[in-house]
């Protein structure tokens, strides 16, 4: 079974900056970043493919943003930039094993982590 293990979210200043990680245990396609913040569903934020492909999904986050992945390591990154007390949630790092293309839907992905808490307050 592939395990994700999301890691880097932290307390931090409005304003202030986080590099988020996701390790996967084995080989994946794409990996995919989700959030749950106060009182709204899980959203999108950006996939990458395992050839670099790309997908910012908008949202509040999409200028602030920069997703990356180490296909050596089986790590996806995200750079989150800006931050304010909106951002303050539950980012979670999801993947695919079969599948070659981005998408925004949480159903595309079988796999999941537990997520890593981001906390922006002053």
């Known amino acids: 079974q592939l395990q994700l293990m999301e890691s880097g979210g932290d307390l931090v200043k409005p304003g202030e900056s986080l590099r988020l990680s996701c390790r996967a245990s084995?080989?994946?396609?794409?990996m995919g970043w989700f959030r749950e913040v106060s009182g709204k569903e899980r959203e999108e934020i950006a996939c990458?493919?395992?050839?670099?492909?790309?997908?910012n999904f908008g949202g509040p986050l999409q200028d602030r943003i920069t997703i990356s992945r180490d296909n050596s390591e089986n790590t996806a990154y995200l750079q989150l930039d800006n931050l304010n007390a909106g951002d303050t949630g539950v980012y979670y790092c999801?993947?695919?094993?079969?599948?070659?293309?981005?998408?925004?839907?949480?159903?595309?992905?079988?796999?999941w982590g537990k997520g890593t808490q981001v906390t922006v307050s002053s």
């Open positions: 990458i493919t395992k050839s670099g492909g790309r997908a």
């Open positions: 999801a993947a695919q094993i079969t599948t070659v293309k981005c998408s925004p839907l949480t159903a595309d992905y079988p796999h």
């Open positions: 084995g080989d994946v396609s794409v």
